[in-house]
């Protein structure tokens, strides 16, 4: 139902809907695809390896697939519990009703679902039978390592071509540099990837880019690769809602030169240090458009193609959420219904130095030292402010920006050195 629905709001009528049972797919059954999309099946299945060869059969030499599945290490103290209930002998209906919320409440703290703050929850004695079952009692879960991931691939004859959100398997920025050096020098993807998974222990699940091992294309499939004809995509668009900024951001972005970098929030996250100008190609992105196209429409002379395509592969790496990355890179454009709403990006600021700040009625004093570079606010200053109608209005108006640009810096400062600190 839900996925007629949506089917029906973006006016897409080519396409005929089944129901089964994956161990029942064949190419003569229902056809073979350019793409697969399957999200949350193989790992309810108690064979996945099965179910993933059995849907290679349906996929086109060329083609490619989508698929999420459990991960292991973050999901840490949830199969505890599981066998905490395996072990009681208690058919599943019954102990969901008379013993699966006393247990969790009697957990110690010592408790591996207790201690893993991404599967705990403090309200789980409120919930319903059958979204604990669904969070804690799965009659099947599966769940995969990076390294039990590239067997199911090697067994599959599937070929990994890469994690929709990388950046998660990336070593963090706090890693000490030794360290880094040395997740760095293996020189499979897979093997770092696998290391970073098991220092982290926080990967709930694995997105994956995935083709047949005979894809003729498999040996020089690039991992989110930009060129000028890259397509934009912005995950909300798919889903009804055009994505803007305010006009004064716009403003404050067009006049900056174009190396100029902004950090903002979206999708309930902040997206750190990107090239400004890749902030008005992803606004301006329309699922059809390439990043030519997109740069020709802006009208900024001085923004060359080549800085494009290098700005937008950034904004494609900075801007994965912990469901997966929403900004798709496409090689064809995809038919949109027009956005029924808009989602207006928050909190632009400017990565700059701070004498690039005007200072409101400025006391030398006062004003924070030069010697930094941090993240600040566009510039606010008391020409920009509406007129107050008396003098006491205005020294008063005067007094509150001058407050507010000094707490700016205070708070720009502090993030520098909580940033400085992370960075030794």
């Known amino acids: 139902t839900v996925a007629r629905q949506r089917a029906e709001r973006h006016g897409l009528t080519s396409i005929t809907f089944k129901q089964g049972s994956l161990t029942d797919v064949t190419p003569e059954a229902i056809g073979t695809f350019h793409h697969i999309n399957c999200v949350g099946v193989l790992m309810a299945l108690k064979d996945p390896l099965a179910g993933l060869k059995r849907?290679?059969?349906?996929?086109?030499?060329?083609?490619?697939?989508?698929?999420?599945l459990y991960g292991q290490l973050g999901r840490t103290g949830i199969y505890e519990y599981q066998a905490l209930?395996?072990?009681?002998?208690?058919?599943?209906?019954?102990?969901l009703k008379d013993y699966a919320r006393p247990l969790l409440k009697a957990l110690p703290?010592?408790?591996?679902?207790?201690?893993?703050?991404?599967?705990?929850?403090?309200?789980?004695?409120?919930?319903?039978?059958?979204e604990l079952s669904d969070r804690l009692l799965h009659h099947c879960d599966i769940a995969h390592t990076v390294d039990q991931l590239v067997q199911l691939m090697d067994d599959s004859d599937m070929h990994l071509v890469d994690f929709h959100d990388r950046d998660n398997y990336e070593p963090p920025s706090s890693l000490d540099p030794d360290v880094t050096k040395l997740i760095e020098s293996f020189p499979e993807w897979t093997r770092r990837a696998a290391f970073v998974e098991?220092?982290?222990?926080?990967?709930?699940?694995?997105n994956l880019w995935i083709v047949r091992s005979d894809n003729p294309q498999v040996s020089s499939l690039p991992s989110a690769q930009v060129t000028a004809e890259t397509i934009?995509?912005?995950?909300?668009?798919?889903?009804?809602?055009?994505?803007?900024?305010?006009?004064?951001a716009v403003d404050d972005i067009r006049r900056k030169p174009s190396a100029s970098i902004c950090s903002c929030y979206l999708d309930r996250q902040h997206i750190h240090e990107v090239p400004c100008y890749s902030l008005l190609l992803f606004v301006a992105s329309d699922c059809q458009s390439s990043v030519r196209q997109l740069?020709?429409?802006?009208?900024?002379?001085?923004?060359?193609?080549?800085?494009a395509v290098e700005d937008v592969a950034v904004l494609a790496r900075?801007?994965?959420?912990?469901?997966?990355r929403r900004l798709y890179l496409l090689s064809q454009p995809l038919s949109m219904k027009p956005a029924e709403n808009t989602h207006t990006i928050k909190g632009v600021v400017f990565k700059s130095m701070w004498e690039d700040v005007q200072w409101p009625d400025e006391d030398p004093d006062e004003a924070p030292g030069t010697s930094e570079t941090t993240t600040t606010a566009a510039s606010s200053s008391a020409s920009s402010a509406p007129q107050a109608s008396d003098s006491g209005s205005s020294s008063r108006l005067a007094a509150l920006e001058r407050e507010v640009v000094m707490l700016r810096a205070q708070l720009a400062r502090a993030t520098q050195a909580a940033n400085d600190k992370n960075d030794l």
């Open 55 to 68: 849907l290679r059969t349906v996929l086109r030499p060329n083609g490619g697939m989508f698929v999420w």
């Open 109 to 130: 703290e010592t408790n591996w679902l207790r201690k893993n703050k991404l599967a705990w929850r403090n309200d789980f004695q409120s919930l319903p039978d059958s």
């Open 198 to 206: 098991r220092l982290k222990g926080t990967i709930w699940g694995h």
């Open 295 to 307: 740069v020709s429409g802006l009208d900024l002379p001085e923004y060359t193609l080549e800085h």
């Open 318 to 324: 900075r801007y994965p959420t912990t469901s997966g």
């Open 232 to 248: 934009l995509c912005p995950f909300r668009l798919m889903s009804g809602t055009r994505l803007a900024l305010d006009q004064r």
């Open 85 to 95: 209930f395996r072990l009681t002998g208690i058919p599943r209906s019954q102990f």
